[in-house]
Structure formats: structure tokens, C-alpha cells
């Protein structure tokens, strides 16, 4: 079976975000009320698993081991069937 | 009122992927079975407005000016309350 993932990676609260800073300066310039703007990635793919489970196992593991850096970053992950 | 605002940006189907296609190798290499790599941006802030709609109206306003670029990205938000 296949199913449709979702990574969502983000910086960890306590990392400065300079990009998100600049954003949100420029947005603010602009007239919008916004505050706390963080920059995250999202990465999606589609993955082969047997089991819904063995999917969210393997994008976990991905997600450690690969996608985020555990030291700055924190991850969230969705998986449905495709 | 405040809201949590997120904006995800990603590139158009049609616009090649280079990142997403490097993580993709990197991944079938470790011998995980996924396809269709697509990396984007995850946008997340805080908006003061007077009402949900009007949360949503400007953060559509902001997507289109400045989160994404047209031409090459699609995005799609998610507004709900704080």
C-alpha cells in the first residue's frame, strides 16, 4: 500500500530564526499586526509500507535520522493512505 | 483577537525539485521505498484581527505578495484562533 507523508520540520523555540525575523519586519512594514514569524520546512512523499504503522515508523526514523537535526530542530508527522 | 496563522508554500508540480530529488537517492539509499520527494516552506506567525475571515483575508494578501513566489509555488493556509 502506499501512503501520502508529511514531514513538518521547525526550528526548536529557542533557536534565533533570522530569516523569519526579516519576514516579519518586511510583513510589518507592509501594515500587517503579526508577530512571532518561524520559517519551517515541509517535505512530502509518498511511501510503500505494509501497514499504516510501518509507514509512520519509517518516516520517524527518516525524520531522525535524515530530515531534521535533532539539536536544532523538532519534527511533526502526518501519514494517510494515498 | 489573535490568530495562529500557517502558510505552506510549495513548488508548483510542473517545477523540478532538485533538493527534494537529492533527499529522495540519499533515502532509496538507505533503503527506504518512497518516491516523489517535494521539499517546501512551512510558515508560521501570530495575526491580530477583528475577526477569523479577516485573519484569513490578510494572510492570503501576505502569500501572494511575499510568502510565495506565483510564477513557480502554490500555497495553502490554515488560520484557527489562539
Known amino acids: 500500500m502506499t501512503f501520502d507523508v508529511t514531514v513538518n520540520v521547525s526550528l526548536k523555540d529557542a533557536i534565533l530564526d533570522p530569516a523569519g ?5 518586511v510583513l510589518r512594514n507592509m ?5 512571532g514569524v518561524r520559517i519551517g520546512k515541509q517535505i512530502r512523499f509518498q511511501i510503500t509500507a505494509t501497514h499504516l504503522e510501518d509507514a509512520e515508523e519509517n518516516a520517524r526514523q527518516m525524520a531522525k535520522k535524515l530530515l531534521a537535526n535533532p ?9 494517510r493512505e494515498s
Do not use: H, L, R
Not at 21 to 25: G, L, R, V, Y
Not at 73 to 79: A, M, P
Open 21 to 25: 525575523q526579516s519576514t516579519e519586519k
Open 31 to 35: 501594515g500587517y499586526a503579526i508577530k
Open 71 to 79: 539539536v536544532m530542530e523538532t519534527y511533526s508527522i502526518t501519514v
